[in-house]
């Protein structure tokens, strides 16, 4: 009898049959003597939508409303339907004794199989691969070790849990939004919380009044020091009188060394990274979205083999895993990370409890690199420099601390204080791995709006004596504004929806990128904001939706679910009680919803003003009204054409010696190539724009009203 192996992509399937030693190759599953391995196409399986409930649903209607069926249905995604079939039939076969699921490693890849197992009717026994790498090695290793398929029947649950209560909430409260104020209005269990946490910092920074405040600095010669009126104080003046009165004091004065202390310090090294910590430094470092780390982290996981399992939410190794940590540092040991790397391998590896520690580690331990060997020169520009983040962490982990010797000395001039601190190097330690590039820190800078005028400069202080007599030099006074707290950027977006149980590793990029896909949310330079439109709907959303407490604490159950210890049947009664409460809320809102991107250009079917709408393809102008669906180009439409130059896609335009692309920010101009002296005839527009373009119509305002006009008059 043979293995049906169940990968949850083509390429991993094909790198598994590899290793498994299966040749022969067929449209849908590569097989061999032993085991049969074929593949999903992600989620061939999903829920099943409210039409096909009751084809009533088909119409948003209120009334409808809430739609909480008692069990909920399955069904096969029709764009992938054609493997779906494939697998059947494979599992079908007499000749297949076992399934063995190696799906990704995770909740969301033990729905992709356990969903298809549910279609098939998977009667026969089942094992789970669970594997944390691609390498070969993992892969053989995996499958010495098969886990029972059973032993995962709580993160099943815990998994259906997550995709009902989503699909409860987010339809019920999404089709009620957008019925009561006719708009695109989505709404969602994580979403929504999150958007919250946008709009409160919105509040704090419209409802912040900035005020001046002074400091003052002294110019000690060899160093500077900066006065605070005691100690703890943060040598803020409120008063400028005040300030210029202590100037007045300092000036041409002699201070006193009071208090003189040296200290030694260290600092450890950072721990390993999960997925939400190295989407942060991508943001902060390489200006990556957080959905941008996840992709590039996907292809050096499985296309390149070069990390382990992306989606974890730990920092820590598991101690089986020690001996092999030799192996991977002698793999990454090349080109710049030779040096740094080869001195690890002359002695013993520190191990402490900060890099290993068991009960640190659930599904999955932190992301490191595996024993791979590495060609460098394989790897495209994002990958590499993702690559080099991890590397640099990983190597980090066996350094010594950073170490450095703290100066800090109290000056005395007559009732006014002096403070200054200085630093000297003992041990780059850790930080030598990352040479000049050592802002490094797991603290959020972006949370406040602090001023730093309790910061003192870094500075090598002279030797001192208790009792010296210094003369001040100069003292300045500096005139600064107190500063709001500074709008999110995705990283400290991650590091809230983190604080406050908002997703999981794996979901929270996919919620940001939800929400700028649907207007709710826009990126303003590296920032992110609410659009009018994300205004309008947080207003509008009930008040439990908005907050993240309710979210979290579901969070924490379905966490509880997939270790054995919740119920399922209460936790989703809990969530279908909630998605009635909250339809019935919208239903009696009074509240308005005007759209806030309303434009002068009317709609040519129902004379609606039309809105601009920001897409893929550029901007569009959409009709309003849901019951109209107007829908037409805002600006040229962009093609596949690139700027040779900056290589976006150019836009197409007409003009009077015929067809031409543009690309505005270069200013480059190309005429369309034709060889009737600037004239295209139909058949050459239409190929053209088939190689060019991305199926968008070329229309105009007028083209549009004219068309309109026309139609109408064809029904008269």
């Known amino acids: 009898m043979k293995s049906l192996v169940l990968a949850e992509k083509p390429s991993v399937a094909k790198e598994i049959a590899r290793v498994l030693g299966c040749t022969n190759r067929n449209k849908s599953y590569i097989e061999g003597p032993q085991y049969v391995v074929t593949w999903a196409l992600g989620h061939l399986v999903t829920l099943a939508e409210p039409e096909e409930y009751d084809v009533k649903y088909r119409t948003w209607n209120l009334e409808d409303l809430p739609l909480l069926p008692t069990k909920m249905n399955l069904k096969v995604m029709k764009e992938t339907s054609h493997q779906f079939k494939a697998v059947a039939q494979l ?202 780390t996840s992709n590039v982290l996907q292809k050096l996981y499985e296309q390149h083999k070069l990390v382990t399992y992306p989606r974890t939410d730990s920092r820590h190794l598991s101690s089986d895993m020690v001996p092999t940590l030799k192996g991977r540092i002698e793999s990454i040991a090349v080109g710049p990370y030779a040096p740094i790397a080869r001195k690890l391998l002359r002695g013993q590896l520190n191990v402490t409890k900060r890099i290993v520690d068991d009960s640190k580690v659930s599904d999955h331990h932190a992301i490191i690199p595996t024993e791979q060997f590495v060609n460098l020169s394989a790897l495209s520009s994002d990958e590499r420099r993702l ?56 603290e959020d800078e972006e949370e406040g709006g602090s001023s730093g005028a309790d910061r003192q400069p870094e500075q090598l202080l002279p030797s001192l004596a208790l009792g010296a007599q210094l003369p001040i030099k100069q003292s300045r006074l500096k005139e ?63 008040e439990e939706l908005r907050s993240p407490e309710l979210t979290a604490q579901w969070e924490r159950e379905l966490e509880r679910i997939a270790q054995g210890k919740g119920d399922p049947s209460t936790f989703m009664a809990g969530i279908r009680e909630q998605a009635g409460k909250w339809v019935s809320e919208v239903k009696r809102e009074t509240k308005e919803y005007k759209p806030h991107n309303l434009t002068h250009s009317r709609c040519p079917e129902c004379g609606k003003n039309l809105m601009e709408v920001k897409g893929k393809r550029g901007k569009s102008l959409v009709c309003p009204d849901r019951e109209c669906g107007y829908r037409r180009s805002a600006e040229p439409p962009l093609t596949n054409k690139r700027c040779p130059q900056c290589h976006k896609k150019m836009e197409i335009h007409d003009g009077k010696a015929g067809k031409y ?21 139909k058949h050459q527009q239409k190929k053209m724009i088939a190689q060019y373009s991305d199926n968008v119509s070329l229309s105009n305002s007028l083209a549009d009203a004219l068309k309109a006009a026309l139609s109408e008059k064809d029904k008269q």
């Open 91 to 292: 599992c079908k076969r007499q000749d297949i004794g076992e399934l063995i699921i190696a799906t990704d490693a995770g909740r969301e890849g033990e729905l992709v199989a356990r969903w298809i197992m549910e279609l098939v009717h998977w009667r026969k026994p089942f094992k789970r691969l669970w594997i944390s790498s691609q390498t070969d090695k993992a892969i053989k290793d995996g499958f010495q070790s098969l886990k029972p398929g059973k032993a995962y029947d709580h993160l099943y649950a815990s998994a259906v849990c997550r995709a009902e209560a989503d699909w409860l909430i987010g339809l019920n409260v999404t089709r009620a939004l957008t019925v009561k104020y006719n708009a695109q209005l989505a709404a969602g269990r994580v979403q929504t919380p999150t958007l919250g946490a946008l709009m409160e910092r919105e509040k704090e920074i419209a409802q912040f009044q900035s005020q001046p405040y002074w400091t003052i600095a002294a110019d000690m010669g060899a160093f500077q020091a900066i006065w605070r009126e005691q100690d703890g104080h943060d040598g803020r003046l409120w008063n400028r009188e005040a300030a210029e009165a202590v100037i007045g004091r300092l000036n041409g004065k002699t201070a006193k060394v009071d208090k003189l202390r040296t200290t030694e310090k260290q600092e450890p090294h950072p721990e390993a990274y999960d997925l939400t910590e190295l989407q942060r430094d991508a943001n902060k470092r390489l200006g990556f979205s957080a959905k941008q």
């Open 387 to 442: 690559y080099d983040l991890i590397v640099k962490r990983f190597i980090a982990l066996f350094y010594p601390p950073y170490r450095y010797e703290e100066t800090s000395v109290t000056l005395v001039a007559g009732s006014d204080k002096l403070y200054a601190k200085g630093k000297v190097q003992k041990d780059l330690g850790w930080k030598e791995v990352y040479g000049a590039d050592v802002r490094l820190s797991d």
């Open 480 to 542: 600064l504004r107190t500063m709001p707290p500074a709008r999110y950027t995705e990283a400290s977006l991650l590091s809230k929806m983190e604080k406050h149980g908002l997703g999981t590793p794996a979901t929270r990029a996919d919620i940001i990128e939800k929400l700028l896909s649907t207007d709710t949310i826009e990126r303003s330079q590296n920032r992110i904001i609410p659009t009018g439109k994300g205004k309008q709907l947080f207003e509008l959303v009930v």
């Open 661 to 681: 692309f543009q690309c505005r920010p270069c200013n480059v101009i190309e005429m369309v190539g034709d060889k009737q002296g600037g004239r295209v005839n």
